[in-house]
Structure formats: structure tokens, C-alpha cells
């Protein structure tokens, strides 16, 4: 069974830097699309930053262009998440999740293999 932890998260002042890790065990990491996310108090979640297994194409949300990165490290099994430029709105607790795509074969069909970390607490404030 795939798992997924999270780690990095903890108090920072605005401007400030983080840099999130979410460690796979249990799966075949380098196939797996990464994605982190974030759910803030009282919002519904929502993607933050994606990568793409082999070609590693990156994409983010609007509100974190130019301020987060997120990379991968397929020998280590990890996926990061570098957040520079912290504001109080990123305030959140962030999630990593990993999706594989696999062919059923004989059909046209798709199966998904979808797995989520426990999250980790971001805390942007004076």
C-alpha cells in the first residue's frame, strides 16, 4: 500500500522561506504525478503547485507563481515544495498527493491510483 509523509511545515514570519518534503514508500514513486495542496480555515482545498512523472513539467496556482517551486527527486522518492515570500494567506495545512495512471488492458479504460499524505501545518505570522 503506498503512503505518503509530509514534513517541513512550522511557524514563519511573512517574507520568510519553507521548504516542504513528502517523502513515498511502498510505490513505484517515478511513475506517479505529484501534486501538493493546501486547505486553509474555513476554505476548500486547493492545488498549490504539480510536477509530472518523466518529463517533469511543472504547474502552479496563480496566487504562488513566482514565490513557490516544486521539484521532484525520483532516486529519493521525494517530492518538494520550496515556498519563499511567505504571506499570511498561505496560512494552511499542506498535503501532498500522488496519482498514477494505469491502462486497463483489453478496454479503453483507466485505472487511478490516488494517495494522500496526512498533511503538514504552515503558519505565516508575526
Known amino acids: 500500500q503506498g503512503r505518503f509523509v509530509e514534513s517541513g511545515g512550522g511557524l514563519v514570519q511573512p517574507g520568510g522561506s519553507l521548504r516542504l518534503s513528502c517523502v513515498a514508500s511502498?510505490?513505484?514513486?517515478?511513475?506517479?504525478?505529484m501534486g501538493w495542496y493546501r486547505r486553509a480555515p474555513g476554505k476548500e482545498r486547493e492545488v498549490v503547485a504539480s510536477?509530472?512523472?518523466?518529463?517533469?513539467?511543472?504547474n502552479y496556482a496563480d496566487s504562488v507563481k513566482g514565490r513557490f517551486t516544486i521539484s521532484r527527486d525520483d532516486v529519493k522518492d521525494t517530492v518538494y515544495l520550496q515556498m519563499n515570500n511567505l504571506k499570511p494567506e498561505d496560512t494552511a495545512v499542506y498535503y501532498c498527493?500522488?496519482?498514477?495512471?494505469?491502462?486497463?488492458?483489453?478496454?479503453?479504460?483507466?485505472?487511478?491510483?490516488?494517495?494522500w499524505g496526512t498533511g503538514t501545518q504552515v503558519t505565516v505570522s508575526l
Open positions: 498527493n500522488g496519482k498514477m495512471h494505469v491502462p486497463v488492458p483489453g478496454t479503453t479504460a483507466v485505472s487511478t491510483y490516488d494517495y
Open positions: 511502498g510505490l513505484s514513486f517515478s511513475s506517479f504525478d
Open positions: 510536477i509530472t512523472s518523466g518529463d517533469g513539467r511543472t
